[in-house]
């Protein structure tokens, strides 16, 4: 997901300056990309159960992740062609298609798991396996789309040459994007490794999953948002309209403060039942519970580092990004969770309060780059962005 948010900046100033055979050819461009860089990280995939055990885990757990980690490698590259497609379709604002594919793939996912998890008996391997294969369908069903619908006429023209020329270009904001992801996706994986080293580990381990999945659940509203204003952003800027990207950046900041309020006040109504949606162990429950006030803040504070990351990547910041994380997970919050969880013996509450110190830095520092943005300047970037891109295209015709 990290390097397609590349086309986030590439294909959406892209459309906005109307240059519309460039997105296929980026598209194309990222799926070459992708597809080299998941060869190694599958082979780290097929090694968790080693590299977890390296890492002091216990070793009936890093077996049981090692074999689900496995079972996941299929999934690995489809989720690579998955991701360039949804960018290329939503930054020409073709998303209906999208909300189908994904309903449909959805409600078959639940068929697939129900047999590879219960019928087939391999239990969380199957589960596994039910992931990647959904991935494939929700990736065919939109190939399908790209290749046959009229609303793709112009910015897809066939494969192409092209999407081997001027790589580089790609990557000076793919690594980045990458990173910038990469190091926030890794600070929260890193919560649940360290709840290993806890006491009762399994415990620690089973309710900082829970609640990570949680808030990847509810998560998937401003990440929506997200994706919207990174389009609408990037069009914007493209078409050389600055003052309406500013607002785009104002009204969503605006929305994602209503939805962080109303779902983090949900969350809290609701702590002392969600448990029993993942366990019906008393002391899991229990904790859970406990666990939920805390969560609803850093969704809320995640709501805005979402949006604002959007705005990033539509203006193409992703270095600026990246040094954020960077600085916001790695310098302020993992240490303030070691600190909390260890030495002030916080635990698995402690892990998460660490998260939320990396939260208010970072939603502080992306805030400050927003409001201080010169926009005109941007809109000018994002034309000679856009120019650079076509340079190859036209030597090579």
Same mark, same amino acid.
């Given at each position: ?174 690594? =980045? ?115 939920? =006030? ?104």
């Amino acid at each position: 997901m990290g390097m397609a948010s590349a086309l986030d900046t590439l294909c959406g100033q892209s459309y906005g300056a109307k240059q519309y055979h460039m997105m296929g050819i980026q598209m194309q461009r990222a799926m070459f990309v992708l597809l080299l860089v998941s060869i190694p990280l599958a082979i780290i995939w097929v090694n968790t159960r080693s590299l977890l055990i390296l890492f002091g885990q216990e070793h009936d757990i890093a077996t049981a992740a090692g074999e689900y980690a496995c079972f996941m490698v299929p999934s690995l590259f489809a989720y690579a062609f998955l991701q360039c497609l949804v960018r290329f379709l939503q930054t020409q604002n073709i998303v209906f298609p999208m909300m189908i594919s994904s309903a449909f793939t959805a409600l078959l996912h639940i068929l697939i798991c129900w047999i590879l998890v219960f019928k087939s008996g391999l239990g969380y391997r199957g589960a596994a396996l039910a992931n990647a294969i959904s991935y494939w369908i929700n990736v065919l069903l939109l190939a399908l789309y790209v290749k046959f619908s009229s609303s793709c006429l112009k910015t897809w023209t066939g494969f192409s040459k092209e999407a081997f020329h001027n790589i580089f270009t790609f990557l000076r904001l793919a690594i =980045p994007s990458a990173v910038m992801v990469c190091l926030e996706t890794w600070s929260f994986e890193m919560m649940v490794l360290l709840s290993g080293l806890l006491p009762d580990p399994k415990l620690q381990t089973s309710v900082l999953s829970i609640s990570l999945n949680t808030g990847s659940i509810v998560w998937m509203i401003p990440f929506g948002l997200s994706g919207a204003v990174s389009t609408r952003v990037s069009n914007e800027l493209g078409a050389g309209r600055p003052k309406i990207a500013r607002l785009a950046v104002c009204v969503v900041l605006v929305v994602a403060i209503t939805e962080g309020l109303l779902v983090g006040s949900v969350l809290i109504l609701i702590r002392n039942i969600w448990g029993y949606a993942y366990s019906d162990e008393t002391q899991v429950v229990e904790y859970v519970a406990g666990m939920m =006030p805390i969560l609803a803040i850093s969704n809320f504070l995640d709501g805005l580092q979402c949006v604002l990351s959007g705005n990033a990547r539509g203006c193409g910041w992703q270095k600026i990004g990246a040094y954020i994380n960077l600085g916001s997970y790695y310098i302020v919050g993992i240490p303030a969770a070691i600190l909390l969880a260890f030495v002030f013996h916080f635990e698995g509450k402690g892990l998460w309060l660490g998260i939320i110190c990396a939260l208010v830095v970072q939603v502080s520092s992306l805030l400050t780059i927003s409001i201080r943005t010169n926009w005109e300047k941007e809109a000018k970037k994002a034309t000679e962005r856009v120019h650079d891109s076509i340079i190859p295209v036209e030597i090579v015709s």
